[in-house]
C-alpha cells in the first residue's frame, strides 16, 4: 500500500514538473503553434476517453495507471500528428478564416437583397384591369410581394357593379387577374391602414400615400399616378414603360413583311403592326388594306407613347 503513495506521488511531482517546463516552452510558442497544439490536445483527450472507462475496470494497480498512460500517449501522439502536418493545417485554417471573413463581409449586401425580395409592391386598379401583370408575374420579374389595398379592391367591384357593360367588363376582368394572382402569386389583400379609413381623397392619392408610409412600390400603367407617385419620391414600377423598352429594335434599311390594317391620318396612308403592337405607318399602303406587303424601314420617330416606325414599300409594291 506505501508503495502505491509511492508511485502515485512520484506521477504527480512529474506531472508538475513537466507542466513548469511545458508552461516555459509555451510562453515562446508562437500563437497558431500554440493554438494547433490546444486544438491536438483536446482531439487527444477525447480519443483518450473512449478508452478511459473500460481500462478504469482492469484489476489492480493497472486500472488505475493504464488509462493515465492512455491518455498521455493519445495526446503526445495528438499533438506530434497534427505538429508534423502543422503546414497543411495553417493552410486549412488559413482557408477556413478567409471564407467567414468573405461571408462576413457579404452579409450587409445579402441583407440588403432579402429585403430587396421581400419589398412589398401596391398594385393598382388599373393593372388589374389591363391584366398584363399576371403575365409579367408568371416570369419572375416581379421583385416583391403583391399587396393589393382593401380600397382598390373596393374600386374595382364598383367598376364591376357598374350599369356601363364596358366598365363591368373591365372590372370583371381585373376581379379575373386579382383571383389569378391570388391563386398562384400569393398577393394579398391588406386592410386600408388607420390613417386612411377617413380619408376622402381619391383612389389614387391613397395609394401613393400608403406606399410613402410603408417604403412600398407601386405597380401601374396610370400616367398621372406614375408621375404623382415619382414626385412623392415612390418608387413605381409601370408597364406601359416595361412594355416600350422590350419591344424589337427596328433600325432603317430593315426589311419585312406586314399585314395593313387600316388607313393612317395622313394621306395615302396605310397603318400595320407587329405582334407586340408597334404601330409602323406605311407610305402609300392605304390602298392595300387588308394584304400582305414587304416593307423597309425608313425612319424612327420618338414620342412620348414610344416609338413609332415609318416605313415604304419595297420596290413600290
Do not use: C
Not at 380600397?151 to 376581379?175: C, H, P, T, W, Y
Not at 388607313?263 to 405607318?281: C, F, H, P
Amino acid at each position: 500500500m506505501e508503495s502505491t503513495y509511492l508511485i502515485l506521488a512520484i506521477i504527480t511531482v512529474s506531472i508538475i514538473i513537466i507542466m513548469i517546463v511545458i508552461g516555459s516552452k509555451i510562453s515562446k510558442l508562437k500563437a497558431n503553434i500554440f493554438f494547433i497544439g490546444v486544438f491536438a490536445t483536446v482531439i487527444g483527450l477525447l480519443v483518450g476517453s473512449l478508452a478511459y472507462l473500460p481500462l478504469s475496470k482492469l484489476p489492480g494497480i493497472y486500472g488505475i495507471f493504464l488509462p493515465v498512460i492512455f491518455y498521455v500517449v493519445m495526446v503526445s501522439g495528438s499533438i506530434w500528428i497534427f505538429l508534423s502536418k502543422r503546414p497543411v493545417i495553417e493552410q486549412t485554417f488559413d482557408t477556413v478564416s478567409k471564407v467567414v471573413n468573405t461571408i462576413i463581409s457579404l452579409k450587409p449586401q445579402l441583407q440588403g437583397m432579402t429585403k430587396y425580395r421581400e419589398k412589398e409592391i401596391l398594385v393598382d386598379t388599373s393593372v388589374l384591369i389591363d391584366g398584363r401583370v399576371v403575365d409579367i408575374a408568371a416570369t419572375g420579374f416581379i421583385p416583391g410581394r403583391l399587396i393589393v389595398p382593401k380600397f382598390v379592391l373596393s374600386e374595382l367591384q364598383n367598376i364591376a357593379d357598374s350599369d356601363d357593360d364596358l366598365r363591368r367588363a373591365k372590372g370583371r376582368r381585373g376581379l379575373e387577374a386579382l383571383e389569378t394572382l391570388k391563386k398562384e402569386h400569393q398577393l394579398k389583400v391588406e386592410p386600408t391602414p388607420d390613417f386612411l379609413k377617413t380619408s376622402k381623397d381619391p383612389v389614387d392619392e391613397q395609394l401613393v400615400k400608403m406606399a410613402k408610409d410603408r417604403k412600398s412600390i407601386v405597380v401601374t400603367n396610370d400616367f398621372n399616378l406614375n408621375k404623382v407617385a415619382k414626385v412623392e419620391g415612390v418608387t413605381v414600377l409601370n408597364i406601359n414603360e416595361l412594355s416600350q423598352a422590350i419591344r424589337p429594335v427596328l433600325i432603317p434599311g430593315e426589311e419585312m413583311e406586314l399585314k395593313i390594317i387600316q388607313a393612317g391620318r395622313e394621306k395615302n396612308q396605310g397603318v400595320a403592326y407587329l405582334s407586340d403592337g408597334t404601330m409602323i405607318v406605311v407610305e402609300n399602303g392605304d390602298k392595300l388594306i387588308g394584304k400582305k406587303v414587304r416593307v423597309e424601314i425608313k425612319r424612327v420617330l420618338q414620342t412620348a407613347a414610344g416609338k413609332m416606325f415609318f416605313a415604304t414599300l419595297k420596290n413600290g409594291k
